[in-house]
C-alpha cells in the first residue's frame, strides 16, 4: 500500500527554495531530497508521528501534510507572547472562587477548546475528549444532584473519613454556600479513551494550556478535585450521566466563568526546589 497518499503531502514547487529543512526536521525521516526538492520516501512514510513539523519548519509555506493549508497557520515568532507576559501568565494566573452568574458565549468556549486541541498529546492526535457544561440549567441540575448525593451519603454513614468534610459541605449548601462548584457558570471535564498511550500527561497538560489561555481572556478557572470526589460516593454514576465514555480514563475538572473578584498582584511562593547535577 502507498502510504504516501494517506499523508497527503504536497510542495508548493513555486515557493519551495530547496533548504532541506522539512527534511532534517522530520524526526523519523520521512522526507527525502528527490530531483531537488523534498518528497516522501514510500519506505518510511508509516513511521510518521503526525508531528507536521515539515510544514511548520518550512519558511516559506511551501510544504503541506494531511491536507493543511500553512496559510492558515499563525505565524511564528511575532505571534508569541514575551518572555515578560508569560511570566506574568504563571505567577499571576489564580483559582477563582467567586463568579459572576452571567455565563460565556458558546463560541468563545469553542474557540478556547479548538486552542487546546493545540497542546501538546503523545501521538499528536486530538485525544481527549472536553465534556462540557454550557446552560445554567444544566450546572443547577449538576449541582443539586451532587449535593442530595452527598446529603444522602451523609445520612446513610457512607462517608469515609478521608471524605467527612462533605458534611460541612452540605450544611454550607443549605446555608446558601456552594464550596464544590462555587456557583460557577461552567464545567469542563477532560477524559481519554484507554487506548491511548500518555492520557494523564495529555489530559493534564489540555487542562492546564486551557486554565492560561482562559486567564489571557480575563475568564477565571479553578482546578476542582472535590468534584471527582463527590463523584465517588453518591449513588448516581454521574459520569455516565455526563455521557462521558465508561472506559474513558477520567482527568480533572476544571470550573470556570467571569470573575467576580480581581487580583491586583502576584502571590509569593517558595523557592524552586531544583537538583542541579554534574555528573562526572
Ligand atoms: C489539582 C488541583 C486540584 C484542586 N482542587 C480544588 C478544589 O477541589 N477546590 C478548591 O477550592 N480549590 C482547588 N484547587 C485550588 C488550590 O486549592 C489552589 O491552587 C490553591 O488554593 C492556591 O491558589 P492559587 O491557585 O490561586 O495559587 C485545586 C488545585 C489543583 C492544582
Same mark, same amino acid.
Request: aromatic content about 8%; proline content about 6%.
Given at each position: ?5 494517506d499523508?497527503?503531502?504536497t ?27 523534498p ?11 503526525r ?27 511575532e505571534?508569541?507572547?514575551?518572555a ?16 459572576k ?10 474557540g478556547m477548546?479548538a486552542?487546546v ?14 465534556t ?14 451532587? $449535593? ?5 451519603? +451523609?445520612? @446513610? ?5 478521608? !471524605? #467527612?468534610?462533605?458534611?460541612?459541605? /452540605?450544611t ?22 484507554p ?11 489540555a ?18 478535585? $472535590? ?5 465517588s +460516593?453518591? @449513588? ?5 450521566? !455526563? #455521557?462521558?465514555?465508561?472506559?474513558? /480514563? ?19 511562593r ?11
Open positions: 500500500m502507498d502510504l504516501s497518499m499523508l497527503q503531502w510542495i508548493d514547487r513555486d515557493r519551495c527554495i530547496q533548504c532541506g529543512a522539512c527534511v532534517d526536521d522530520c524526526p523519523f525521516h520521512i522526507l527525502e531530497m528527490r530531483d531537488g526538492y518528497a516522501t520516501n514510500p519506505k518510511r512514510v508509516h513511521h510518521c508521528i508531528c507536521q513539523h515539515c510544514l511548520a519548519v518550512c519558511p516559506t509555506g511551501a510544504a503541506s501534510i494531511f491536507g493543511v493549508n500553512p496559510d492558515r497557520s499563525l505565524p511564528l515568532p505571534s508569541l507572547p514575551s515578560k507576559q508569560m511570566e506574568a501568565l504563571i505567577r499571576g494566573r489564580r483559582s477563582v472562587r467567586f463568579y452568574p452571567e455565563p460565556l458565549p458558546s463560541t468563545t468556549i469553542a477548546l486552542t486541541a493545540n497542546a501538546p498529546t503523545g501521538k499528536n492526535k486530538r485525544q481527549c475528549l472536553f462540557v457544561i454550557e446552560d445554567q440549567e444544566s450546572m443547577a441540575l449538576l449541582r443539586r444532584e451532587t $449535593m442530595e448525593g452527598l446529603r444522602r451519603a +451523609v445520612a @446513610e454513614r457512607r462517608l469515609s473519613e478521608g !471524605l #467527612g468534610y462533605f458534611r460541612h459541605v /452540605v454550607a449548601w443549605d446555608q446558601g454556600r456552594d464550596i464544590i462548584f462555587r456557583n460557577a457558570p461552567h464545567l469542563l471535564m477532560v477524559s481519554a479513551p487506548t491511548i498511550t500518555t492520557p494523564d500527561a495529555d489530559m493534564l497538560i487542562m492546564s494550556y486551557f486554565e492560561m489561555l482562559a486567564a489571557t481572556m480575563g475568564i477565571g478557572t479553578l482546578w476542582n478535585a $472535590m468534584i471527582r470526589w463527590a463523584f +460516593v453518591i @449513588e448516581t454514576d454521574m459520569f455516565k450521566r !455526563l #455521557g462521558i465514555p465508561e472506559d474513558h /480514563v477520567k482527568g480533572y475538572t476544571l470550573l470556570f466563568g467571569l470573575p467576580a473578584v480581581r487580583y491586583h498582584r502576584t502571590v509569593q517558595d523557592e524552586a526546589m531544583i537538583n542541579r547535577v554534574r555528573l562526572s
